[in-house]
C-alpha cells in the first residue's frame, strides 16, 4: 500500500512564498509520475504541475513562471515551490502519484490534501 503525505500548506500574504511537500510512502520501485492539483471553493480539481521520470515538468498556465516543481528521487518527495502567490491560488493543493511497487502498477494516487490561504 502506498500513502502519500502531503506538508507546507497555510496563510501567506499576497506576493508571499510556500514551498509544499508530499512523500510517497510503501514498497516503492519506481515513481513514474507525481504532481499536485488544486480544488478551490466551488471550482473544479486542475491541475497544477506535474513531473515524469525522464520528461520535462509539466505547468498550468496560471502558474507558469511562478511555480516550480521538483522531485527529490532518493526520498521519493516531490515539492512545489510556490513563489508570488495570488489570492486567486487559494486552495485546496492536492499531491498526485503513478507508482510501481512490488505488488504491481498504481495511477491516480492521492493525498490528503494541503490547504493554502493567500490573504492579506
Known amino acids: 500500500q502506498v500513502q502519500l503525505v502531503e506538508s507546507g500548506g497555510g496563510l501567506v500574504q499576497p506576493g508571499g512564498s510556500l514551498r509544499l511537500s508530499c512523500a510517497a510512502a510503501?514498497?516503492?520501485?519506481?515513481?513514474?509520475?507525481m504532481g499536485w492539483f488544486r480544488q478551490a471553493p466551488g471550482k473544479q480539481r486542475e491541475l497544477v504541475a506535474a513531473v515524469a521520470t525522464g520528461a520535462s515538468p509539466n505547468y498550468a498556465d496560471p502558474v507558469k513562471g511562478r511555480f516550480t516543481i521538483s522531485r527529490d528521487n532518493a526520498k521519493n518527495t516531490v515539492y512545489l515551490q510556490m513563489n508570488s502567490l495570488t489570492p486567486e491560488d487559494t486552495a485546496a493543493y492536492y499531491c498526485n502519484a503513478d507508482v510501481t511497487t512490488l505488488r504491481g502498477r498504481y495511477r491516480g494516487l492521492w493525498g490528503q490534501g494541503t490547504l493554502v490561504t493567500v490573504s492579506s
Open positions: 510503501g514498497s516503492i520501485v519506481r515513481i513514474n509520475a
